[in-house]
């Protein structure tokens, strides 16, 4: 079982942190949210990665090049170039990276690593989110449906307080609750989902709409925590929460 993480989107509301890195990359502490995706994904079993690169594709490429030698400690000897690990990462993941092009749609980007998949059920999301879902939970859930997509939903905090209020006149202000449920990624689907894609497939709108009109998409709702890498507020925050040690995400 793979877990696909689409990487290829430009991140433009989270400029400036994204003018030169994709925001797959983009920190939260000292490692790029990616990391922290894969490490959470990897504490589950799930240690066979797919990365869909786009904008700003090769930065990716370059930073699982060189990961173990930025991890590691090492001795190298100078005159022959033989080196030697000494102490290695503790990763023990396999990372296809695979270029899907600059402006493909997400349907698009799974389109082209359908010759990457090679069992039935796999895992998919985003590259900026982030929750304490329980993956294995959420692939039993799957199974025993037998449906072909699951999607998670999960009910972020509203951005906004609630006024109450009679004949204009402002009773009191209500805390800011959670919303209703959205897609918050960590998905799970058969392979036939590749069937309904073709390269120029909008995820959400062409293939998602689909299959609710055909009864095969189902969700799984998580009640727990969950944030997504979207704007500059976003970054500011998951920095706090990792900075305070409050990081929901973080069970490794």
């Known amino acids: ?119 039935e059920i796999n895992l998919l999301t985003y590259a900026d989110g982030l929750s304490n879902i329980n993956i294995k939970e959420l692939v039993d859930f799957h199974k025993n449906h037998k449906r072909i997509l699951t999607i998670t939903g999960v009910s972020p905090n509203s951005k906004y307080g609630k006024i109450i209020e009679k004949d204009g006149k402002v009773i009191k202000f209500e805390e800011k609750k959670r919303s209703s449920l959205v897609n918050g990624g960590f998905m799970v689907f058969n392979k036939k989902l590749l069937d309904y894609i073709d390269l120029d497939s909008d995820l959400e709108r062409d293939v998602f709409d689909y299959l609710v009109n055909i009864g095969e998409l189902m969700v799984y709702k998580h009640n727990g925590d969950w944030k997504c890498m979207d704007t500059e507020k976003d970054y500011l925050e998951l920095n706090d929460l990792w900075n305070k040690k409050d990081a929901f995400w973080k069970i490794w």
């Open 1 to 119: 079982m793979k877990v696909i993480i689409l990487a290829g989107g430009k991140g433009t509301r989270l400029r400036p942190q994204t003018n030169n890195i994709p925001k797959a990359l983009v920190k939260i502490g000292k490692h790029p949210i990616i990391w922290h995706i894969m490490k959470y994904y990897s504490h589950y079993g799930f240690k066979k990665f797919i990365i869909c690169l786009g904008y700003k594709g090769k930065a990716l490429r370059d930073y699982f090049l060189n990961y173990i030698y930025r991890f590691s400690d090492f001795t190298i000897d100078l005159r022959n170039s033989d080196i030697h690990f000494n102490k290695k990462t503790n990763e023990d993941w396999k990372v296809t990276l695979v270029d899907t092009g600059l402006e493909t749609t997400k349907g698009g980007r799974i389109k082209q690593i359908e010759n990457y998949l090679d069992t």
